[in-house]
């Protein structure tokens, strides 16, 4: 919703004294007066703003005509030729000694990542003597962080939780990651007299839609994600008032608040409401107030199945309480699970489908939350997985380092078992095809030990 001329100010003067703690909540939101435009009542509209900072003469958003030579540096750096070429052209199968290989049907990098690297690259190229910064890891894979930071794109350092923009010089070129910035951030930008190259991917830009378009209406966004995430941070930048769910536990736990504890009978007090989500609400957030009209957004790479479930269970929920014939006044949804986070959910779904499959290797950054929402589908279905973000986590020998689904970091030893072996291979939408290939090497690498 919008917010008064007065608090745009501060905010901007709070922006360049970069007193912007992150994650940070937003500022409370008063009602919608205005269709869009800049209402006369002089508020701030995060949409309009952001329309305005697309135009300016600063700004780019899809590169500077070094497309074909920046996707052949990425396929240098990035590509592998060998095994993984061997196991597409092998229908994704793909036998050597004991070991066979099962790769997902959509694995690794996806469109709106390449597009991200290929106009960081871009950037590089156009501006070859400039300090270049990116507003944080341009996408969560450690492998094309370090290569772009060995290409003098790096990420701005953080101090006591704030980010150091005041290292940030005059005629700087600043990236914004796939993720997206906050509002408060781009408003901090354009007082810098930088070059800006804007990598967000459109589908996160699309769930900005959907914010924007309930705080128009005036509705208040649950958004499925996790409220200290780049992505949810900047997207809840965008909302009016809002509130961000984890997962079905913390949905049901709202929904029984909507239903004074119709779900459960145990339905908690306002205060015990605000402490539980006390880092997750937009300022001056009032339970008792803004749950009477509610829209469904989510962070694009959350776990499709429970996007829909919170959805469902939020509209059945404000069903119940207000009529059904009054549900189109109390609730919105749209469909913003992007389709390549979607694709490899699917993917490694039919994969731990698979009876044959002994063990599933689940590769990408270990901040990557598209593979996270992968490694949650092995661990539920209970097969024997390991998320790794590269080749380092494997050795020496046959032990490996691997994060479980709620963050716990696990060393093993003997993790590669003697004999013919089954593995499946689903990789999230930020890993290289080089990272799959390096990490397969090292499999190899055991089972020729053990012969
Ligand atoms: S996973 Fe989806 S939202 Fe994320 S960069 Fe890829 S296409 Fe964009």
Redesign the pocket.
Known sequence: MPISLQLQASLISAAARNEFPFPQPRPSSQPLTGEGAPSKSAEFDPKIFRHNFMRRNDYNRTGYGHKDESLKRMRDQYSSDNLMQKLKENGKEYRRGEVTLKLGEAYGF????E??VRIAYEARHQFPDRTIWLTNEI?HNPTVNQTLGEMGVNILPVKDGKKQFDLVGKGDVVVLP??GAPVQEMMLLTQKNVEIVDTT????AKVWHSVEKHRKGEYTSIIHGKYAHE?TIATASFAGTYLIVKNIKEATYLCDYILGGALDGSSSTKEAFLEKFKFAISNGFDPDKDLERVGIANQ??MLKGETEDIGKLVESSMMRRYGVENISNHFISAKTI????QA?QDATQKLVDDKEVDLMLVIGGWNSS?TASLQVIAEERGILSYWIDSEKRIGPGNRITHKLMHGELVEKEEWVPKGPINIAITA???TPDKVIEDIIAKVFEIKRDQE
């Open positions: 996806c469109w709106g990542v597009r991200t996408i796939a993720f991917c459109p589908w996160v992505e694009t790479t992007c389709d390549a986070a490899r598209n999230g939408a930020s």
